[in-house]
């Protein structure tokens, strides 16, 4: 569709409330086809707003969008909300930290695979067939058993990798994760980890993972970008950062960092991911 | 000097004081607030409590005898046929502040109560038609009040204007009665003090009042007030509701004399809408005008039901508008109506109303039913209304019992005559049938059946107007009983106020309290306060 | 919460729907019948709960209260509940401008005088109304009037759910607002509505007692739960008389087991 060169995002991003408060300032950002990008920043950092405003649901009479957000070089910031709601969940899919609070306690996991398919589609009849390779592809049963349970009978890896599944449904070009393994124990976070990892791999997906884990992005990521304070501050290699931190607060952010308990075996040149 | 020296001797004097002699207080409760301390505009019970306990008068109504005694006046001489009025005042009295009482005291009063300004309540009484009011000074110590017509029953009426000051100051705050105002807190209490300059002594020369203080403790409810009574926190209930009543006399409590002390003056009573301006439908307001009907309701009626079950047997069936109690007025020749449905029935049958299935229907086949208001809240008026229904049930009729709250009651009953029929009591506070003058003439606001008539609406109407004015003229007490009689005869005619009981007046007093000695009329206990005494 | 409650709880429920429906079969005497030579009788076998002080049956005008107040409370506390519903949930989805609009008039709602509100609208009603429409009346006026406080509440749950992850999560997957709202906010305001419900209902039994004083409400005879609570405003004679206070408990026990068998019904969903 796009030929190689055009990233799938490219940003130019200002963010401001109407109370005057600068949330964002200038930030760029650009995602190539199939890359990981890693948008690393402490809470409060104005992470999550970007990922509202990359979606065009900040609530507009309260926040100011300046800039741009070209998705596969179609500017999405001043698109009408009906042409934007197509592109939502068909070019570009969130995925959220805490799948307890994104699904609908009443609504069973068929009918949340249901809705997510009918947002783009008008053939009711097909999103069991839609939802099965990708289901299978997130290592869900595919069986009724399943489609009937509720949010609250499934386990919270189960429930993170239905997430990903709708978020997926429609092969959106761009996965926009926010935090989607902070709410998690240490083994669901590294398969989830993996999993995007390999839906990257095996499906072309570009992924932006907005995380406040320095560690975990460095080890999926092929680009690092460092946020504080509503801008980019640094931006570059995992092993490049991790080596040179340029910006004294990645400095400080790396040098905060737990040491791992195997360090003293480890060269200081070659990071985690390699 | 320094404050907390000054302090220390104030608490030290206090001290004094108060190991010398402990001041006693008289407890009990007024149900509002006083609406006014003006002693010529009182028209709620505890301004008139404040103005009978604070107020000196010329000649005071002894609540017991029902006769007149002398007070600031030593003596006095009705003349011309109850035009004139002639007093000697007591000598060497003083207003509470100091200020010297005198002729020119009772003459600015009198000015006062009679000018249009003021739109004194009280001086309603004393207006029995057009013209002004005289005072002359006719001595140092004597004044003769002149007016335009007879008054009947003039001296009686005195005993509701307390003398004001033309000198003091203070105004109308300089006061002659046993009592002062010396503290009160909206909403709580009212606390009064001896007057020092109060002119009355005990037979031994000792100056009256006995008591100190006397405390008013602002309680609407009457449940909290008998509650209040049984724990020892006041000493007076003057109107105790029946079942409470029946309660403090079970307990025999000690310390207490609970009394039933008989018919009260007051009568609970029901009338029709007969007014012209009401948006009646034809058909009710024939009915409501139709003596026959009024009477038939009547004596649907049963009276010693209500006396039982509503009253527990603390009330009186009423015949008319005055009580036995009142034996000076009272037309022994009534009898109060026995409840009786066959002749309700037959009345109705004289009257074209016939009966089908249960129902009572009007000589144009309209069934019949009415609605009956009555204020909410008081308990007794509620249950009256339930055996009222179903007494008239038995005739077939059916009734729509409507409780509200007192303004809107008075709204409809007093301006826009929205009601059908209406319960209320009617508080008599003396005995002379010249007070219910405002309410029997026909062009009276009072009158309410039919108020502020142009010229009678009814020939009996016209009679009674006649009958009153004729009455309120006359001198001769025995000429005035006859007139008033056959007004009473009249009204058990007629019906235009359907009387059902005079409920007893049902009091309870602390035994602490000496020289209670109550009454029929108001104020029951402690119309001779200033006589009473308290004992520890 | 073991079986056996549960199964009190709905037996107390059928009892309490069986005198809705049958109050008139199922009281031995009518609820305006004075049996004059007893009044304030104590119980016996004619009368299980004695006589009131007009000396009517006391257990009949419990049964027929029981069917007035149960019958109209809930219409009531319905028609509010439906009312605070929309108001608060159109306010909390819709533009600033209509919101502060909506909220405002919540507000004013509130604060208005209501006693000299509620008597004017007696004024308006004619004398000669039955008691029963009288109650009905009532029971509408308070649904109107109960709107305003739950409204809030659910206008500030509905807020709270357009910046919740649910929301946020729908509308990413391409879900139009409308089907958002659809979908998801009705199962969020649910419980929040179902707690209103429940909270106006008795509200609206002891509100519609103290209506009486304005001349609105369930008069005389007909009883109510509002009116038969009005008999034990003297604490004292609770002592004396025990069995007057019947009517408060057979209010308590019903909202306890409605409460009740809710939770039952909730969990197993």
Not at chain 1, 10 to 30: A, E, F, I, M, P
Not at chain 2, 281 to 299: C, E, G, H, L, Y
Not at chain 2, 457 to 463: F, H, N, Q, V
């Given at each position: 569709?796009?030929?190689?060169?055009?990233?799938?995002?490219?940003?130019?991003?200002?963010?401001?409330?109407?109370?005057?408060?600068?949330?964002?300032?200038?930030?760029?950002?650009?995602?190539?086809?199939?890359?990981?990008?890693?948008?690393?920043?402490?809470?409060?950092?104005?992470?999550?707003?970007?990922?509202?405003?990359?979606?065009?649901?900040?609530?507009?009479?309260?926040?100011?969008?300046?800039?741009?957000?070209?998705?596969?070089?179609?500017?999405?910031?001043?698109?009408?909300?009906?042409?934007?709601?197509?592109?939502?969940?068909?070019?570009?899919?969130?995925?959220?930290?805490?799948?307890?609070?994104?699904?609908?306690?009443?609504?069973?996991?068929?009918?949340?695979?249901?809705?997510?398919?009918?947002?783009?589609?008008?053939?009711?009849?097909?999103?069991?067939?839609?939802?099965?390779?990708?289901?299978?592809?997130v290592c869900l049963p595919c069986d009724e058993e399943f489609f009937r349970r509720y949010p609250s009978q499934i386990s919270v890896g189960q429930a993170q990798r239905l997430l990903i599944a709708m978020a997926l449904l429609h092969r959106p070009s761009l996965l926009v994760a926010d935090e989607p393994t902070s709410a998690l124990d240490a083994i669901t976070h590294a398969e989830i980890l993996a999993l995007i990892r390999e839906l990257n791999r095996d499906l072309g997906l570009s992924v932006l993972l907005i995380s406040h884990d320095l560690l975990s992005a460095a080890s999926l990521c092929s680009r690092l970008a460092i946020l504080r304070e509503g801008q980019i501050v640094e931006s570059g290699a995992p092993h490049r950062i991790f080596a040179a931190p340029e910006h004294p607060y990645t400095q400080r952010l790396i040098a905060a960092l737990p040491p791992h308990p195997l360090a003293a075996t480890l060269t200081p040149e070659v990071p985690i991911a390699a | 000097m320094n404050l907390s020296k000054s302090l220390a001797s104030l608490l030290l004097t206090l001290g004094l004081c108060v190991s010398l002699r402990a001041e006693s207080v008289l407890r009990f409760c007024i149900r509002s607030e006083p609406r006014t301390l003006h002693p010529l505009l009182v028209d709620d019970d505890a301004s008139e409590t404040i103005r009978y306990l604070t107020g000196g008068v010329l000649v005071r109504l002894n609540r017991k005898t029902q006769e007149c005694e002398p007070a600031l006046a030593s003596s006095w001489r009705v003349a011309a046929n109850g035009r004139q009025i002639d007093f000697v005042l007591r000598q060497r009295v003083r207003f509470s502040d100091g200020s010297p009482f005198g002729p020119p005291d009772v003459a600015y009063t009198i000015q006062q109560l009679m000018s249009p300004e003021l739109h004194s309540p009280t001086a309603d009484s004393f207006r029995t038609g057009p013209g002004d009011v005289h005072t002359e000074q006719t001595g140092p110590d004597s004044i003769r009040v002149t007016f335009p017509q007879p008054v009947a029953g003039l001296a009686a009426l005195f005993d509701q204007v307390p003398m004001m000051s033309s000198r003091s100051p203070m105004k109308e705050k300089a006061v002659l009665g046993p009592y002062i105002i010396e503290d009160r807190k909206a909403g709580s209490f009212i606390l009064l003090h001896r007057n020092p300059n109060y002119w009355e002594r005990d037979a031994s020369g000792h100056q009256l009042p006995h008591i100190d203080t006397i405390r008013?403790?602002?309680?609407?409810?009457?449940?909290?007030?008998?509650?209040?009574?049984?724990?020892?926190?006041?000493?007076?209930?003057?109107?105790?509701?029946?079942?409470?009543?029946?309660?403090?006399?079970?307990?025999?409590?000690?310390?207490?004399?609970?009394?039933?002390?008989?018919?009260?003056?007051?009568?609970?009573?029901?009338?029709?809408?007969?007014?012209?301006?009401?948006?009646?439908?034809?058909?009710?307001?024939?009915?409501?005008?139709?003596?026959?009907?009024?009477?038939?309701?009547?004596?649907?009626?049963?009276?010693?039901?209500?006396?039982?079950?509503?009253?527990?047997?603390?009330?009186?069936?009423?015949?008319?508008?005055?009580?036995?109690?009142?034996?000076?007025?009272?037309?022994?020749?009534?009898?109060?109506?026995?409840?009786?449905?066959?002749?309700?029935?037959k009345l109705l049958a004289s009257g074209g109303f016939r009966e089908a299935d249960g129902k009572l229907l009007d000589r144009s086949g309209n069934p019949v039913e009415f609605s009956l208001i009555s204020n909410s809240g008081n308990r007794n008026h509620e249950r009256m209304l339930a055996i009222i229904q179903q007494d008239l049930q038995k005739l077939g009729i059916h009734l729509n019992v409507v409780t509200l709250d007192f303004a809107s009651l008075i709204e409809r009953i007093t301006r826009t005559y929205d009601y059908e029929a209406c319960l209320m009591s009617l508080t008599n506070v003396g005995i002379d049938p010249n007070e219910?003058?405002?309410?029997?003439?026909?062009?009276?606001?009072?009158?309410?059946?039919?108020?502020?008539?142009?010229?009678?609406?009814?020939?009996?109407?016209?009679?009674?107007?006649?009958?009153m004015t004729q009455q309120a003229a006359a001198s001769n007490p025995a000429v005035r009983k006859k007139l008033f009689d056959e007004v009473q005869m009249i009204v058990q005619e007629q019906h235009p106020f359907i009387y059902l009981v005079h409920p007893d007046v049902l009091a309870a007093y602390s035994k602490k309290v000496h020289n209670v000695n109550p009454a029929l009329l108001r104020p029951q206990l402690y119309w001779n306060v200033d006589k009473q005494e308290i004992t520890e | 919460m073991t079986k056996l409650t549960r199964r009190l709880a709905a037996a107390w429920l059928l009892v309490a729907l069986l005198v809705v429906v049958g109050a008139g079969q199922l009281a031995p005497h009518s609820y305006d019948r004075i049996f004059s030579e007893s009044p304030d009788a104590q119980p016996s076998k004619d009368h299980l709960l004695g006589t009131d002080a007009v000396s009517r049956d006391r257990f009949s005008r419990l049964i027929h209260g029981t069917r007035i107040s149960l019958g109209f409370a809930p219409l009531g506390a319905f028609l509010a509940t439906l009312v605070a519903g929309c108001i608060g949930a159109l306010s909390g989805l819709s533009k600033p401008w209509v919101d502060r609009t909506l909220m405002f008039s919540c507000e004013l709602f509130i604060s208005l005088p209501w006693m000299f509100l509620l008597i004017s609208a007696r004024s308006l009603m004619p004398l000669n109304t039955t008691p029963v429409a009288s109650v009905a009346i009532t029971f509408l006026l308070l649904g109107l009037l109960g709107w305003a406080g739950p409204a809030r509440i659910v206008r500030a749950r509905t807020r709270e759910w357009l910046n919740s992850d649910q929301y946020l999560f729908a509308r990413s997957l391409g879900i139009s607002r409308r089907r958002a709202f659809l979908i998801h906010l009705p199962p969020v305001l649910k419980p929040v509505l179902l707690a209103q419900f429940w909270i106006a209902i008795p509200v609206f039994i002891l509100g519609e007692a103290n209506l009486s004083l304005v001349g609105l409400g369930v008069s005389d005879p007909l009883p109510s739960w509002g009116a038969l609570l009005r008999d034990m405003n003297r604490p004292e004679a609770l002592l004396e008389t025990p069995w007057i206070i019947t009517p408060l408990l057979v209010l308590v026990a019903t909202l306890i087991a409605v409460q009740t068998v809710l939770r039952t019904t909730r969990s197993q969903t």
């Open positions: 569709m796009n030929s190689a060169k055009t990233p799938v995002l490219d940003t130019c991003l200002s963010v401001s409330y109407h109370n005057g408060k600068q949330v964002l300032s200038d930030v760029r950002l650009s995602i190539g086809h199939g890359e990981i990008l890693g948008l690393v920043g402490e809470s409060g950092s104005g992470k999550s707003t970007l990922a509202l405003a990359l979606f065009n649901l900040l609530d507009r009479s309260r926040a100011r969008v300046t800039g741009q957000i070209q998705l596969n070089g179609r500017d999405l910031l001043n698109l009408p909300e009906k042409q934007m709601r197509r592109v939502r969940g068909s070019e570009i899919a969130l995925v959220l930290q805490s799948a307890g609070t994104a699904l609908n306690p009443v609504l069973r996991v068929g009918a949340h695979l249901k809705e997510a398919w009918l947002a783009h589609s008008n053939d009711a009849s097909k999103w069991k067939q839609a939802a099965a390779s990708l289901l299978e592809r | 008013l403790e602002i309680q609407q409810s009457r449940d909290s007030e008998a509650l209040r009574m049984r724990r020892g926190d006041i000493d007076f209930v003057s109107n105790l509701d029946p079942d409470l009543f029946d309660h403090l006399v079970a307990e025999k409590k000690s310390d207490l004399t609970v009394n039933d002390l008989g018919a009260s003056l007051d009568s609970e009573l029901i009338w029709f809408n007969q007014t012209s301006t009401s948006h009646l439908p034809a058909s009710k307001r024939a009915w409501f005008t139709d003596a026959n009907f009024r009477r038939a309701v009547s004596i649907a009626i049963d009276r010693d039901e209500i006396c039982r079950i509503v009253y527990r047997g603390h009330a009186t069936p009423a015949a008319g508008p005055v009580s036995p109690s009142n034996h000076a007025w009272y037309n022994s020749h009534l009898d109060a109506q026995k409840s009786s449905i066959e002749v309700a029935k219910q003058m405002n309410v029997w003439l026909s062009s009276a606001g009072n009158h309410q059946w039919n108020p502020n008539q142009k010229t009678p609406a009814t020939p009996w109407e016209a009679r009674i107007d006649q009958l | -």
